[in-house]
């Protein structure tokens, strides 16, 4: 991740007491802001990996050697880790030593290269395994492709498909999924369907997760139309929709304000028996959320039927409700556990977000603490929304407070933050202290970018007017 990138982990404890206008609120629960593993959990990993280091180096003086399958089982471990470097320098020591090499163990090298976007030492790995008169499996190819797909060089996985297919290679389900997920994360929708074609010539049958990825795009760039074809198609070919199908067609639906188009949805996926979970829930919070939806919300819930009713109808009329009339109903998070569909971080970005943004950050403040309460970790979006509410509202020592802190901790806040905290600074007329933080900001190497900028070119307008 680049300097300014959000961290998305959890963050240590917060002493903070936020203070209400009528009483004091403290967080009843610490503020979870812990690193992603527990003190004990980093403890036993770092010593699973200098163990599986110290194994490798008995191994390597060993008398008679270990056979391959030893080597490949810790160097195995190492990748599934995340410790590419380590895994590759072992193996040099290894090959060092007169250790021969089989193709599991180019699959590993080949995958830390990819994991390290070394697509450049990938395939030079890939010229020696022609050497050593070995073949290249499917998982060598899959893993050659994924590195090209994760290195945003997905014209390239396209060349060497085209350039494998020639040679005779025959690829499976696996190997299309990841050139049609990286042409789809590109916007490129027609060549991922065309692909699908392809596979079709090649007497391999896309599966659900291929037709669930290029629907769930075509649902995102407002294609209904292609969406509702390749929805056919999967039923016509005897594949049954899964889980990101339906939220696919259901999000398209809802963005376009098809609410009973998404109703019929909703309801096909809950004949078929597929339970929604929390992702379909976000959707349906987030699009009411931002249109203030409470009819349509009822019409999507479907409110004859009263296992739909009892789970979400009342917690989608608490968010409605909370933009239509300004009010807060008590525990719109822990209703939503209660019913059996446990709120994740997202849910709880989306609500308190619209709460600030209807400028209500008691109600936000009261939802962030149900929000620790229940366990869920917030993430830097979550501080952000939170501190830009704070500036608003004109809490902003407490917005600061929360600020000092991470910066005090060491944690990398992004541009994001800074900006709002220039912001609320500015709003105040503290330019003289925007200034300062924004000079803070450039020490922390995290540049500043146009939305920075115009919040500061706006502070110094306002200033100049004020002299006049």
Same mark, same amino acid.
């Given at each position: 991740?680049?300097?300014? *990138? *959000?961290?998305?982990?959890?963050?240590?404890?917060?002493?903070?007491?936020?203070?209400?206008?009528? &009483?004091?609120?403290?967080?009843? &629960?610490?503020?979870?802001?812990?690193?992603?593993?527990?003190?004990?959990?980093?403890?036993?990993?770092?010593?699973?990996?200098?163990?599986?280091i110290?194994?490798?180096? $008995?191994?390597?003086?060993?008398?008679?050697?270990?056979?391959?399958?030893?080597?490949?089982?810790?160097?195995?471990?190492?990748?599934?880790?995340?410790?590419?470097?380590?895994?590759?320098?072992?193996?040099a020591?290894?090959?060092?030593?007169?250790?021969?090499?089989?193709?599991? !163990?180019i699959?590993?090298?080949?995958?830390?290269?990819?994991?390290?976007?070394?697509?450049?030492?990938?395939?030079?790995?890939?010229g020696?395994?022609?050497k050593?008169?070995?073949?290249?499996?499917t998982?060598t190819?899959?893993?050659?492709?994924k590195?090209?797909?994760?290195?945003?060089?997905? /014209?390239?996985?396209?060349?060497?498909?085209?350039?494998?297919?020639?040679?005779?290679?025959?690829l =499976?389900?696996?190997?299309?999924? !990841?050139?049609?997920?990286?042409?789809?994360?590109?916007?490129?929708?027609? @060549?991922?369907?065309?692909? #699908?074609?392809?596979?079709?010539r090649?007497?391999?049958?896309?599966?659900?997760?291929?037709?669930?990825?290029?629907?769930? $795009?075509?649902?995102?760039? /407002?294609?209904?139309?292609e *969406?509702?074809?390749?929805?056919?198609?999967?039923?016509?070919?005897?594949?049954?929709? =899964?889980?990101?199908t339906? @939220?696919?067609l259901?999000?398209?639906?809802?963005?376009?304000?098809?609410?009973?188009?998404?109703?019929?949805?909703l309801?096909?996926?809950?004949?078929?028996?597929?339970?929604?979970?929390?992702?379909?829930?976000n959707?349906?919070?987030?699009?009411?959320?931002?249109?203030?939806? #409470?009819?349509?919300?009822?019409?999507?819930?479907?409110?004859?039927?009263e296992?739909?009713?009892?789970?979400y109808?009342?917690?989608? +009329?608490?968010v409605?409700?909370?933009?239509? %009339?300004?009010?807060?109903?008590?525990?719109?998070?822990?209703?939503?556990? =209660?019913? /059996?569909?446990?709120? =994740?971080?997202? !849910?709880?970005?989306?609500?308190?977000?619209?709460?600030?943004?209807?400028? +209500?950050?008691?109600h936000?403040?009261?939802?962030?603490?149900?929000?620790?309460a229940? /366990?869920?970790?917030?993430?830097?979006?979550?501080?952000n929304?939170?501190?830009?509410?704070?500036? %608003?509202?004109?809490r902003?020592?407490?917005?600061?407070?929360?600020?000092?802190?991470?910066?005090?901790?060491?944690?990398r806040?992004?541009?994001?933050?800074?900006?709002?905290?220039?912001n609320?600074?500015?709003?105040?007329?503290?330019?003289?202290? *925007?200034?300062t933080?924004?000079?803070?900001?450039?020490?922390?190497?995290?540049?500043?970018?146009?939305?920075?900028?115009?919040?500061?070119l706006?502070?110094?307008?306002? %200033?100049?007017?004020?002299?006049?």
């Amino acid at each position: 991740m680049r300097s300014c *990138a *959000a961290r998305r982990c959890a963050f240590p404890h917060l002493p903070l007491c936020i203070r209400c206008s009528s &009483s004091s609120i403290i967080l009843s &629960s610490p503020f979870p802001l812990t690193p992603k593993f527990f003190a004990h959990s980093q403890t036993r990993d770092v010593n699973s990996f200098h163990d599986s280091i110290a194994s490798f180096i $008995r191994f390597l003086h060993q008398h008679p050697p270990p056979s391959i399958l030893q080597i490949n089982k810790i160097l195995g471990s190492l990748a599934k880790a995340q410790h590419h470097r380590t895994a590759i320098s072992l193996f040099a020591q290894a090959e060092f030593r007169g250790f021969t090499p089989d193709l599991f !163990t180019i699959n590993i090298l080949l995958n830390c290269y990819c994991h390290l976007d070394d697509m450049y030492s990938a395939f030079s790995i890939l010229g020696k395994i022609h050497k050593m008169g070995l073949q290249p499996d499917t998982v060598t190819l899959n893993t050659l492709i994924k590195g090209l797909c994760i290195g945003n060089q997905v /014209g390239e996985a396209w060349d060497f498909y085209d350039e494998l297919t020639a040679k005779g290679f025959q690829l =499976d389900e696996i190997s299309y999924g !990841t050139l049609v997920n990286g042409l789809c994360k590109l916007g490129k929708l027609r @060549s991922a369907i065309k692909l #699908i074609r392809k596979m079709e010539r090649h007497s391999i049958k896309p599966n659900v997760v291929i037709y669930s990825t290029i629907i769930d $795009r075509l649902c995102k760039y /407002g294609h209904i139309v292609e *969406a509702h074809a390749l929805y056919s198609e999967m039923i016509d070919q005897g594949l049954l929709p =899964d889980i990101v199908t339906y @939220s696919s067609l259901i999000h398209g639906h809802c963005s376009k304000g098809q609410w009973e188009e998404a109703n019929w949805f909703l309801h096909e996926m809950m004949l078929k028996g597929i339970e929604p979970n929390v992702y379909t829930l976000n959707i349906l919070i987030d699009v009411f959320c931002k249109e203030g939806k #409470i009819i349509e919300a009822e019409v999507i819930l479907g409110r004859d039927d009263e296992m739909w009713r009892e789970t979400y109808c009342c917690n989608l +009329h608490f968010v409605n409700g909370w933009i239509r %009339k300004n009010v807060i109903c008590a525990g719109p998070v822990d209703d939503m556990h =209660d019913s /059996g569909v446990a709120p =994740d971080v997202v !849910t709880c970005n989306i609500l308190l977000h619209a709460v600030c943004k209807s400028q +209500h950050v008691e109600h936000g403040i009261a939802l962030f603490q149900q929000m620790v309460a229940l /366990g869920v970790q917030p993430d830097l979006h979550t501080l952000n929304v939170l501190i830009d509410g704070l500036c %608003k509202g004109y809490r902003l020592n407490d917005a600061w407070e929360i600020f000092e802190y991470l910066l005090s901790k060491g944690y990398r806040v992004n541009v994001y933050t800074y900006s709002i905290m220039i912001n609320g600074l500015c709003r105040q007329g503290l330019f003289d202290e *925007a200034m300062t933080l924004l000079s803070k900001m450039k020490e922390k190497e995290c540049l500043p970018n146009s939305m920075t900028y115009r919040i500061l070119l706006r502070a110094l307008l306002g %200033k100049v007017r004020m002299i006049e």
